[in-house]
Each structure stands twice: as C-alpha cells, then as structure tokens.
C-alpha cells in the first residue's frame, strides 16, 4: 500500500516534470526551435489541428523557421494562426512555404521570457508540492484506520518528502538552465 502511494506520486512528479520541459522548450530563447509552434493549433477543416500535424518543421538556419504544410491551401490558415499567437511573429511565404525569422532578443524582450520561465517552474513546484500533500493525506488515512504503524507512516512521510526535494531540485536545475540560455547573448 505505502509503495504504491509513493510510487503513484513519483510518476505524478515525473509527469510535471515533463510538462514543465515541453513548456519551456515552447518558449522562444532566440534560437529557432520547432517545438516553439508546438502550443500553436491551425483551424483546418472545421477542427482545431496541431501545426505539426499539418506541416513539416525545420530549422535550416540557427535563426529560421521552415513550415512546409503537406497541403498547399493551408498556407494562409497556418499564417493567420501564427499571427494570432502569443509568439510575436511575422510568416512571409513563397506560397510553398513558410518562412519565420526569429528575431534578436531584445534585454527586455529576455527579462519577460525569464520571467514566463520562472513562474512555469514555480507553478511546477506548487503540482509537486500538491502531490507530496495527496501522498501524504493518504498516508495519514491509513495510520488513522490502523492499517499501518506510526513508524511506518512517518518512514513513508520522509520518503515522499525526499521525493519531493529532489524533483524541487530537478525542475531548480531545469528553470536555470533555460534562464542561461534566455540571457545568452
């Protein structure tokens, strides 16, 4: 039972874990990145449709994007979507592909995606946080019903709170990474 507590929250963890990386691998650190369009969904045939889902992406140059969509007439549908993004840029195409040029970060420019990072890994700390409580309200219920020991409750306490630091830690790391890649010029 207790195993399975701890085990059930480690993969909740690592699962934030994830979440955390694909979110700030979305965000631009003026260098071109595929996954930057990852967020960004194309109103294709009625339905909302993931633009990698409708085109391939690449990165010819360290500061290009290449959109080439398999079906030419969703060009403009692909442009508009990423004009009306949060990302801040301007598609030109050819009318066979799409080209973004990811501009220079301005000093500012970097001190906002900072700050977007920081608050993405602190919102990955209050899911870890969160998780170390439900693991831990469960632990409690079972020393309550008798189904386990004082000792063994607080020996699965101090488990979940290892765990807990050491994806603290893990999403610390994460967050100042990004941070060094955003302020490198």
Request: glycine share 2%; proline share 4%.
């Amino acid at each position: 039972m207790i195993k399975d507590i701890i085990n059930k929250s480690q993969e909740k963890m690592e699962k934030t874990l994830a979440v955390l990386k694909k979110e700030l691998a979305s965000m631009k650190a003026g260098k071109a990145n595929p996954s930057m369009l990852d967020r960004i969904t194309v109103e294709y045939y009625g339905s909302q449709t993931p633009i990698n889902q409708l085109a391939n992406i690449s990165s010819p140059e360290p500061r290009v994007l290449m959109i080439q969509p398999w079906d030419k007439n969703s060009i403009k549908s692909i442009e508009k979507a990423i004009l009306q993004s949060d990302l801040g840029l301007n598609p030109s195409n050819d009318g066979s592909v799409i080209r973004l040029i990811i501009p220079e970060l301005t000093e500012e420019t970097r001190k906002q995606i900072v700050k977007k990072v920081k608050k993405a890994g602190e919102d990955a700390k209050i899911a870890i946080r969160s998780i170390r409580r439900e693991a831990n309200d469960k632990i409690k219920n079972l020393k309550k019903e008798n189904q386990i020991t004082e000792d063994e409750a607080i020996d699965a306490e101090d488990s979940i709170q290892k765990t807990t630091d050491k994806y603290v830690k893990k999403i610390d790391d994460i967050v100042n990474l990004k941070e060094k890649e955003v302020m490198a010029i």
